[in-house]
Every structure is written in C-alpha cells, then in structure tokens.
C-alpha cells in the first residue's frame, strides 16, 4: 500500500487545516490509519488514530482541537486541525497498521507503511 499525505500549509494561529492521507495499491477500510508529526530538532509522536470500526485515539497535545476522520470510498483519512498554535508546526506523516481488524495503535513502531510527509507551520 502507498499513502500519500496533503494538505499541509502556512497558517496563523488560531486557524485551521485539514490534511488527507489518500491510499493506493490496496483498500485500508480493513487497516488503521495513524497520524505522526515531526518537528525540527524533535522525536516523532504521535497524534492520532483512527482503526477500521472508526475508533480514535489522540495525543493529549491535540485532543478537542484535531479530529480524525475516515471515508473508506475515497480510500482517504483526514485530520481536522482547527485551533492551531506555532508548537503544531511539524512535518506530519500518515502510516497504515498491517494487521487487519486491530485496536487504534499509538505507536510508530506499529505501522509498516508511511507516506511522505506534509509541512504544517503555524505562525504566532
């Protein structure tokens, strides 16, 4: 499977972005789909989740402010960022959990496949 994440962008604080992780080679309804941001000088974490019954599962950084989504028609996660402060600014990844029908996984070493990633800067 290949991701591909978008949607990322130069904003204020305090607006708003959505990013979409579009997949391709194979259908991901059955798979989890994760959200991981890198910022300059920092260790990747994590941000949210979404597994294939649509459960989530977000950093406490994000929680009330980002909302994970997904439409198995378009083969597409989406992360609804409102409410952005400067510390969002990272490079955000999508990745896909190889194991089908699982629980919503936090952790990176989880998910097999990654997309390249997508800038978010949020300016104060």
């Known amino acids: 499977v290949q991701l591909q994440a978008s949607g990322g962008g130069s904003v204020q604080a305090g607006g708003s972005l959505t990013l979409s992780c579009v997949a391709s080679g194979q259908t991901v309804s059955a798979y989890g789909i994760g959200w991981f941001r890198q910022a300059p000088g920092k260790e990747r974490e994590f941000v949210a989740a979404i597994n294939w019954s649509a459960d989530s599962r977000y950093a406490e950084s994000v929680k009330g402010r980002f909302t994970i989504s997904r439409d198995n028609a378009e083969n597409t996660v989406y992360l609804q960022m409102n409410s952005l402060k400067p510390e969002d600014t990272a490079v955000y990844s999508c990745?896909?959990?190889?194991?089908?029908?699982?629980?919503?996984?936090?952790?990176?070493?989880?998910?097999?496949?990654w997309g390249q990633g997508t800038k978010v800067t949020v300016s104060s």
């Open positions: 990745a896909a959990d190889p194991d089908r029908y699982s629980i919503v996984r936090a952790f990176a070493v989880n998910y097999d496949y």
